[in-house]
Structure formats: C-alpha cells, structure tokens
C-alpha cells in the first residue's frame, strides 16, 4: 500500500500506549516490541523546534530493519477531567513531499512580511522580508511567542489583541499598524491582515499574516491631514504675526522637530514692494517654535533681523521660488549650520543631531513675502521630494493668509490716517458749550468703519453738534464719512434748521447712491444726530436720521434720555424727519454717541444705556475725566465697532451781554437804533468798535425798514466777538451786488461785508436774521 494511515498514543511522560496495526505497517515494529517503551526511541535524530511548536510537519523515524523513515505526524492532545492534556494521538501519514515548491517560493520571497503563528501566539513560519524587517534570523524567533520577540509597546500589544481575536472568532482581521523597525531604525505605517489557518476537518490550527509596508502612503494622508487642518487653524485672524505663529504651531511637532517663519521687513510696514533679493537676503524672524522647550536652539530672537547667505537653503529658495531640500553633509546645509553655530553658540548642543531640513519660500499672489524652514532632529526620516511638494502647498495656503493680513493691515492703516485726515484735529472755539470727545476705533476684523463727530460754530454765538456713523467698514465708509461731514458743514453753514438739514442730506446720500450706480446704496446707507444749541435762549432743537438718542444730564445728577423721534436713516428717501426742542439749564451735559458704545452682537443695548447712564451721573473732576470714565464703564476690551462720543456742558449768555431792541419800520428810526448801539457799547467798554457798529446798524436797519416786513428787531450780543443781527418778517434773503459809477445806493452790504470779520443771513420761524461779527478789541 503507498498510503498506509497509522495512530499511536502517548502519554504525559512520552511513554507509548497504544500501537495502530498502520503504524506496524509504516515501521515495521510490533506493538509488543514498541508499547511501554519511550516514544523517542523511535525517532531518527532531533525533531525541529517549528514542529514540535505545531504540532504537526514531517519527522524522520527509525524503521526496524535500522533504514531512515520520514513520515507526516500530526500530534493531537488527549484531556483529563480536569481539561488538562494527559497525552497525545500521533497520527501518520507517508509525506506527500516536502511542501510544495512553488508556494514554499512564494511564501519566502514575498515582497510583504508573511508570519504563521500557532493558536498561542507561537511563531512558525517567517519569511525572508519579515525577518530583514526584524533583523532576526527565523530560526531565532520559530517556536518563541510573539510577546518575548518584540518590545512591550501599545502596538506590540496591539498586534496580540488582533491575533488571539482571529483565534477566538475564527474570522480574518485587516487593520493599520504604526510601529518601529529595529533593523532600519526608524517608524514604519503597516497594512496588516490576518486570517485563520484550518485543516481537512476545519479545526482552526494557525494564524496567517501578511503586512504591507504603507509608510509613504500614511505619511501622503497624514500629509493631506496637516493641509486640511491648515484650513482651519491658519489665517484665524487678520495679523500678520498671529498667522505667521499658527503655521509653526501646524508644522511642530507633526511635521518638524523645529520651524521658523521669517518674513521681509517690507510686509509688516513698509509701503513699496521692494526687489526679490539676488545674493545675500536679511529678514526679521516673526515666529518659531521646537519640540524642545524654550526654543533654546533658535539661534534668532523673535522680532531680530538677520541674513541668510546667498549659498544658504532659505536665500535659494527666496531667490529661486521653490522649496530647497537640504541634507546633513551637504556644503549648504554645512555653511548654514555652521552660521547658526556662529551667532548663537549656546544653542550649538540643542542643534545636535540635526540631518535634514527644508526652506520653502512664502508666496501669495506673485509676490515674495518670506521664508518658512522645517528642520528635524529627533525626527528620523530625511525630507524627500514628496515633502517639497508638501511644503510648497502648505507654504501657498499660509501665505495668502499672511498676505490678507498685510493687505488688511494696509488698508486699515489708510482708513485709520483717512479717517483721521477728516475728523477735526481741535474742536474751533466758541462761547456756547465746553466740549470734549473721544473717538475708538474698530479692533474688529471688519476694518474701520464711517463714525464722524463734529462741533461747528454758528451765528448768534449757537453751535451746532454733531454724530454720525456710515454703514460699512473701510476705506469705502472712511471716505463717504468724509463727504456727509463736508456736506453737514456746508448745510450748517446756511443755518438751517435739524429737521431741514437732514432732509437735504438724506437727498445728498441717494444721489451719491444713485451716481455709484445704484449697486452702493445700502453701503452708502448713514445715520446722523444734528443738534444746535442757543446759549442766548439756552435751548436745544435737535432731529435724528436713525440715530441713537442723546444723553442728558441735568446739574442735580439725573442722566436720562432725550425724546427724540429717530426718524429714518440717511439714504431711505422720501420720509419726513422730526425736530425736538428742549430747554437746558446751564451746566447740563448732552452726551452725542454713535452706536458702537451701547450696541454690540454679544450685549443687551438697554443694559448698556443703563450702564452709560450711570457713569455719566458719576462724579468726575472735569469732562475730560466723565467722557473716559464712561468709555471703561460701558466698553468691552476688544469693541467690535468704531466708536464716537461727545460731551457739551452748556453755558448760558447772561442778560448783560444781550441788548435787544424793536425797531418801528420808519427811516427816521435808524438814527434812534445807530444812537442806542453806540450807548450799549459805551456800557460794554467798547468804544473801539462804534465806527463800524453804526455804520453795520445803519445799513441793516434801513434795509430791512424798505425791503423788510415787520416786526423789525436789533440785536446786539458780546460774546468771543461782537455781533450784530436785525431780524424782520420777510423771508427774502438780501445778497451782494456790484453797484455801478453812478448808483445811489447797492453798496451798504458791501461795506458791511468789507468792515466786518463775517456776514451772513438765517432763515427763522417768522423771517429772516441778518448778521454780521466783528472781533472784539484786542482778540
């Protein structure tokens, strides 16, 4: 018989038990001759450790007649009643022959690292490439268990876990692994699948594995992750630095054990964009971070300039506009350690061990903005050509980032000096009111906004007070602002009324709107506050254009709101805007602010005006300490919005320096009102000014006498200047003529206008007023 099967059974102590007739057959030794005996006695020389560990493979025996034997045993344990093993069943074939050749070839040559091992985690086949991996031979590690043979790490344990769990649930498993490789010290990524070895009878007997080295493909994900965590974590502010640090917090210690960002002194302020360096390039280090603490191997200081050398990787890659790879031993790589050794030689033993690094240069929008280095020491792996590509991206998103914080560092800078240009460099003086004011503004990313403020002097010794805050942020809302201001002024200056100015300026917006082509209209959107205030009559007329009600505070301490309809915003069109009149006693504070004070996304405004409220009924030394002491009660660290405030204690004209008079329209009459002028300034001690009052008196009288409308009324007021104002009924307003040779007459607002520092007329509830100022002796 070619096939002749046999059994034997052996006990604890390797002693026989049992003889099969096969087994006769096979070996020729009767069961008399063999049974009670040691089993070793059979055997042929030394049985390999993989086999005994298996349990099963190809053993030489003795035949009776002294020849060699070589049979298939396989040997199966035998259980007491308490589970344990009390012998085994060897069963035996003839060997079909040593394993087949061609997939004993393939198993050993494999490109991946293949493994057997026994349900007890024993080794029993290693191919060629997993033991060049582990640098151990397999006769070193068959029969040993896998834990004994490798390093007690989370991913040796790891790789256990995964064993036994094809052991228990008899299913394959697929995982990564990342893991060191003792024989080519460094980390590797791994592919690793395992599966469940069965026999003829489908008893699980072993565990197959084969791991596929994925190193370059885990670290092209882990690269792809970094890009994709840029997204998010690079560029979160609108600074320069800030963004500059956010890609060294990216690059370490992921990427490099040390980075840099050094950027050209031009990008954090200068106004030209200077020539790509040829040779030798200096820049200012703006950020850098280590795996070790304190960056004690930065050889630069943060915010120090320095040169790179022309040969240097980081001067190449300025120069040539690619990332430049750099290994230990290179020339450039030599020459910029020993420089960096150079200038800081404290640093030079937390610079051993470095080998690789690579400088990518910071590019957005066709422009060199700076260098970024990656360098690594305890890292293991040099930078490759994949790297480059890497460094190249990343550098490209961060960049633009870093260029948009130029960009809006530039262009904040302008608002800010445009907006500065057009808000009043010192408040003009006047008698009416003390005032002062602040203006904040915007630390938002939203740029400088449109808030304006001003003070302007009126006739009558009245001024006119002024908030007001454009829609929109930038230079865009900086320069709009300039225009409403510059129109306000040119309204103030004709003297009309709150409610008619800002009629006139909501139509002056729509057209600015209309003449940008009708796509800026809500850019073009503003609210406005325009106030004048009487010291004379000492009352307020006021009309808002949705803006926020002033603030009052009376001399007894109680702050409230004033009632003032808000009325539409500038821009709106066609709605009617409504004027308020108050009476204020003297030493009552009015408070103009624009909105950025009390309104903001994470505030309730009425807690905030309540707030306002309260600091500005608080005891202060002077307006200047109120408007700063209300600014801390009411503000946050960081507003989110431009802010404008702007503080007027009222003053009162007493009696003594008003003289009026009612003047009958009958010429003969101007000598009586010229005769009372010039003994109201003999009163006055102003004796000086009667040659031109009379001659001002007399021409403005007797116009308003022939061209006028009763009642006719002379003022005369003493303020910072001497002014004189004869109101009537008609609302004509008069203007200058050029009289010929032989006119009579058309020359008296002439003189007037010639003798007197300004003129001009007003229109009134009942008519009309014409001034004119003369500045007092000695001023």
């Known amino acids: ?27 020729g030794h009767r069961a008399e001759e063999v049974v009670g005996r040691p089993a070793a006695g059979l055997l042929d020389g030394e049985v390999p450790e993989r086999t005994v560990a298996a349990r099963a493979g190809v053993v030489a025996l003795r035949h009776r007649d002294g020849h060699r034997v070589e049979l298939a045993l396989t040997a199966c344990p ?49 191919n060629d490439a997993a033991c060049q991996e582990m640098g151990v031979s397999e006769e070193g590690l068959v029969g040993r268990l896998f834990m004994e043979s490798v390093e007690d790490a989370e991913h040796s344990r790891g790789f256990q876990r995964h064993l036994r769990q094809v052991v228990e649930t008899g299913m394959p498993v697929r995982y990564e692994a990342f893991s060191n490789a003792p024989a080519l010290n460094r980390d590797h990524a791994w592919s690793v699948e395992m599966w469940p070895v069965k026999d003829s009878s489908g008893e699980l007997t072993a565990v197959a594995l084969a791991a596929l080295d994925s190193t370059d493909q885990y ?39 040390f980075a840099s960002v050094d950027l050209l002194d031009w990008v954090l302020g200068a106004d030209e964009l200077p020539m790509v360096p040829v040779d030798d390039v200096v820049v200012r280090r703006v950020a850098h971070g280590s795996t070790r603490e304190g960056v004690l191997g930065a050889a630069v200081h943060l915010g120090e300039t320095h040169l790179y050398q022309a040969s240097s990787p980081p001067a190449r890659a300025l120069r040539e506009g690619r990332a430049v790879l750099c290994q230990a031993g ?11 050794d150079a200038r800081s030689p404290e640093g030079r033993p937390y610079r051993q061990g470095v080998h690789s690094m690579i400088a990518v240069p910071l590019r957005a929008r066709g422009i060199t903005l700076g260098v970024a280095a990656c360098v690594r020491m305890a890292h293991p792996d040099d930078y490759v050509a994949d790297d480059a590509v890497f460094a190249e991206e990343l550098a490209s998103r961060a960049a633009v980032c870093i260029d948009n914080a130029r960009r809006f560092a530039k262009e904040r800078t302008t608002a800010l000096a445009l907006q500065h240009s057009l808000l009043p460099r010192g408040l003009p003086g006047q008698a009416a009111v003390d005032v002062t004011h602040r203006y904040l503004p915007s630390g938002s990313l939203a740029g400088i906004g449109g808030d304006w403020f001003d003070v302007i002097p009126l006739s009558g010794s009245r001024v006119a007070l002024v908030v007001g805050d454009v829609v929109g942020h930038g230079i865009q809302s900086s320069a709009t602002m300039g225009r409403l201001r510059t129109a306000v002024r040119t309204l103030a200056d004709v003297d009309l009324p709150p409610d008619e100015l800002l009629t006139h300026l909501d139509d002056l917006v729509t057209h600015l709107a209309a003449g940008d082509g009708g796509e800026e209209v809500a ?88 707030e306002m409220l309260r600091a500005l009924t608080a005891p202060a030394d002077s307006l200047e300490a109120l408007v700063d002491n209300v600014l801390k009660a009411v503000l946050p660290e960081q507003p989110g919005d431009d802010v404008a405030l702007l503080l007027a204690r009222t003053r009162a004209l007493g009696a003594d320096r008003v003289a009026t008079w009612g003047i009958p329209p009958d010429p003969a009459h101007v000598a009586v009102a010229r005769q009372a002028a010039t003994e109201q300034l003999a009163a006055w001690g102003l004796e000086e000014t009667v040659f031109v ?29 001497l002014i004189c104002e004869v109101s009537d009924g008609s609302s004509t307003s008069p203007h200058l003529r050029r009289a010929h040779a032989f006119d009579e007459g058309g020359r008296g607002l002439l003189l007037v206008a010639q003798l007197t ?20 002796p000695g001023t």
């Open 78 to 126: 035998v259980l007491g009643p308490d589970g344990r093993p009390t012998g085994h069943v060897v069963t035996a074939d003839r060997p079909r022959g040593a394993e087949p050749a061609l997939a004993g070839q393939v198993f050993q040559q494999a490109s991946m690292c293949m493994q057997v091992f026994d349900t007890r985690q024993r080794y029993l086949r290693i």
């Open 1 to 27: 018989m070619e096939h002749v099967a046999a059994a034997a059974i052996i006990d604890a102590l390797g002693i026989v038990t049992g003889w099969s007739e096969g087994a006769r057959l096979l070996t």
């Open 330 to 340: 290179e020339p450039g790589f030599v020459q910029w350690l020993a420089e960096r």
């Open 757 to 776: 520092q300004r003129w001009g007329s007003r229109q009134t509830g009942s008519g009309k007023t014409i001034w004119a100022e003369q500045p007092l």
């Open 523 to 610: 850019e073009l959107g503003a609210t406005c506050l325009y106030a004048v205030y009487d010291p004379v009559s000492c009352r307020l007329s006021l009309a808002a254009a949705g803006h926020p009600a002033p603030a009052l505070v009376l001399p007894g301490g109680t702050a409230e709101l004033v009632d003032v309809t808000a009325g539409p915003p500038l821009g709106v069109g066609g709605l009617p805007f409504e004027a308020a009149e108050l009476e204020l006693p003297e030493g009552a504070v009015v408070a103009l602010y624009t909105d950025g004070l009390v309104e903001d996304r994470e505030r309730d405004v009425d807690r905030t005006t309540e």
């Open 693 to 721: 009052t009379e001659l001002v008196v007399s021409e403005l009288v007797t116009n308003a006498i022939r061209y006028g409308v009763p009642p006719i009324q002379l003022r005369l007021i003493r303020d910072r200047a």
């Open 219 to 257: 670290w092209a994900r882990k690269r792809l992750a970094l890009l994709n965590e840029a997204a998010t974590t690079i560029g979160t502010t609108l600074d320069v630095v800030r963004t500059a640090e956010e890609l060294v917090e990216l690059l370490v210690p992921k990427y490099a054990d």
